[in-house]
Structures are given as structure tokens and as C-alpha cells.
């Protein structure tokens, strides 16, 4: 298990340098945009505008705060909304966005295509939380999670990379919001 504090994240300025990214992790670690195979991030949403564009990345984005996010894209508009479904695209696709009312952040995995391929759900997580082997939580709240009989307090946006165990185990008697991303190579049955 890996755990990355949002103190860790390294922010970036976007690639069309319209807003701010917080990178939790990609790999090649380090690599740029060219270079880059799959990178998750929290992105801030100040202002209505257009996307980067990202050609051959398939890309999927969750609201995690504010109001709303509208996306104007070649399916029509989108409603992003929080503890709504996650929303996949192809990053090649001219897209512009409307916050409703203010400010938005949300989650985004982007994946090389034809290399790599993702999937991000969101999820209430309880006391027990299955995560496939290299896949990533990212807690839109507080949370305590329980690993070799100890607590480690979480804070909202901390990211947690599940190495081998499968699962998370987490104290409390509510559920906790968490969206769940599962990485994997196009060659490789098993989930990164």
C-alpha cells in the first residue's frame, strides 16, 4: 500500500496554461505531457473555458466539489455534478466547460490508448473497500483506514495506491466517499 498526501501532489499549470492541476501520480513518474502513459490529477475548474487537448488519451473526469461543471462536447452537453457518475471521452475532442455557480474541482484520469485503458467509479466506501491490485482511491472526505493494526487518519483528496492486498479496510460506522480508478495495460489481463 502506498499512500500519497495531497501536501505531495506536484501542481502544474495546464498544458493550454489556463488553470492548475494537482498531479497524484503518473507514469513514467515524472514524465510530460508528450511522454506521459497515465496520470491521475485533481484539476481546479476557476473559470469557464476550453480543455487541453490530449490526442490518443482517453480521458474520464469526475466532479469532486463545487456546484456543477457543464461540458460542452461533440455528444452535446454533459452535467457534471457532485457524487455524480464519473464522464469518459477521448482527449482529442474540442470541449469546453461552464461551472454553474463558482469554482469546481475535479478528478481526472487520463490513460494512453491502445497502452492502457481505466476505469473510475465512485463508490460509498464502508468498512470494506475492494480495490484491484495497483488501483487507486482517491477520498473526497475524511477517512481513517486500518493497515497492520494501525489507524492512519486520511485527509479529503488524499490518494491511496492498493499494492497486492485487494482491498481496503476502513474504521467507522459511515460510509465515505471515494472514487476508485483501476489502471490497466492493454496486454495485461490483470488490473494495475
Known amino acids: 500500500m502506498r499512500i500519497v498526501r495531497r501536501g505531495e501532489f506536484r501542481r502544474m499549470r495546464w498544458k493550454n496554461g489556463k488553470g492548475v492541476t494537482e498531479e497524484i501520480a503518473s507514469f513514467p513518474e515524472g514524465a510530460g505531457l508528450d511522454g506521459l502513459e497515465w496520470r491521475l490529477s485533481i484539476a481546479h475548474v476557476d473559470a469557464d473555458g476550453p480543455f487541453s487537448v490530449f490526442p490518443g488519451i482517453d480521458r474520464t473526469i469526475a466532479l469532486l466539489d463545487g456546484a456543477g461543471l457543464t ?87 488524499d490518494a491511496v495506491r492498493c499494492e497486492g492486498e485487494g482491498r481496503l479496510t476502513l474504521a467507522g460506522d459511515r460510509p465515505v466517499e471515494a472514487l476508485v480508478v483501476e489502471l490497466r495495460r492493454r496486454d495485461d489481463p490483470a488490473p494495475r
Open 71 to 157: 461540458l460542452d462536447t461533440p455528444e452535446g452537453e454533459i452535467a457534471l455534478a457532485a457524487g455524480g457518475e464519473p464522464y469518459a471521452f477521448p482527449g482529442e475532442w474540442e470541449i469546453s466547460s461552464r461551472n454553474a455557480a463558482g469554482a469546481t474541482v475535479d478528478l481526472n484520469v487520463m490513460t494512453r490508448r491502445g497502452r492502457w485503458q481505466h476505469e473510475m467509479r465512485r463508490v460509498a466506501a464502508g468498512a470494506d473497500l475492494p480495490v484491484a491490485s495497483g488501483g487507486w482511491v482517491v477520498f473526497n472526505a475524511p477517512a481513517m483506514l486500518l493497515h497492520a493494526g494501525q489507524e492512519i487518519p486520511l485527509e479529503r483528496y
